[in-house]
């Protein structure tokens, strides 16, 4: 039976430096109002899973998710701006 123990290193070979770069750090600050709005709307959906939806809760819910969607858009804007074009 062939070992595949020495072959392994090869395969999941790390870099020595796990720390994200400066421009993975940019790109998360950038992206944290969208992350951050879809966590709330999670949790307010989450919130809602053990008990029967009433209006309140049903409105709640959409408002989350409409401004989960207008961070996207916001962030779709902000990127296309540092790009350079226009969205």
Not at 33 to 49: F, M, N, Q, S, V
Not at 66 to 81: D, F, H, K, Q
């Amino acid at each position: 039976m062939k070992s595949i123990a020495a072959l392994q290193g090869l395969v999941t070979r790390l870099p020595h430096d796990l720390e994200p770069s400066d421009a993975e750090l940019d790109a998360i600050e950038l992206e944290m109002p969208e992350i951050l709005a879809d966590l709330a709307g999670l949790d307010l959906y989450i919130k809602t899973l053990d008990r029967p939806v009433n209006d309140l809760d049903g409105r709640r819910v959409r408002r989350a998710r409409n401004r989960g969607l207008a961070e996207r858009r916001n962030l779709t804007n902000r990127v296309a701006t540092v790009l350079g074009g226009a969205a």
